[in-house]
């Protein structure tokens, strides 16, 4: 909700964190895409079509899928108590979504398809660069509420936390 006020104000939107929800049947190792019924019963998921309809309502981009469209096995979560990380056995639920008026244009020598020695932090730093950044100025942000830093790609809360 408070990203599609945001939204609704004219603002540019950055979401981060865990999101607990796969948004792709590649960010879990749980699903067969080639089993018709587990591709059924993963799509009707409440939770995904919940982020699918936040990434349409408010023209967010996956960040990660930007730059690596096809890739598997990036995962973030893995079961401690099985040691899953050792075999990759996980699923990605860590998000950067972006507005995509913040990302360079297709045609753009910064769009990470434009050419190879491109990066995530020149597109990640591209609308501070246009002096976009919100929040400090505004009386600072609430938890939750990313800044980007220009090139580095990481991100801090507004609140310094």
């Given at each position: ?10 603002r540019r939107v ?7 929800i ?11 895409a ?5 591709a ?5 998921s409440?939770?995904?079509?919940w ?18 469209p ?5 995962y ?12 990759n056995?996980?699923?990605r ?58 090139g580095a ?6 609140n310094?936390?």
């Amino acid at each position: 909700a408070r990203a599609r006020a945001l939204v609704g104000e004219g603002r540019r939107v950055v979401v981060v964190g865990d999101l607990n929800i796969a948004k792709e049947m590649e960010d879990s190792c749980h699903y067969d895409a080639g089993e018709e019924s587990e591709a059924r019963e993963f799509e009707a998921s409440p939770s995904r079509q919940w982020l699918r309809g936040l990434l349409r309502c408010c023209s967010l981009r996956d960040l990660f899928r930007v730059y690596h469209p096809t890739r598997t096995g990036a995962y973030t979560c893995w079961n401690a108590q099985t040691g899953a990380k050792l075999t990759n056995y996980g699923t990605r639920l860590d998000y950067i979504l972006v507005d995509a008026a913040l990302l360079p244009p297709p045609s753009s020598s910064s769009h990470p398809h434009a050419s190879s020695s491109s990066s995530a932090g020149s597109a990640v730093g591209h609308g501070q660069e246009r002096g976009e950044r919100r929040g400090e100025e505004e009386g600072g942000g609430r938890r939750g509420e990313a800044e980007i830093n220009q090139g580095a790609g990481a991100h801090r809360n507004m609140n310094g936390r």
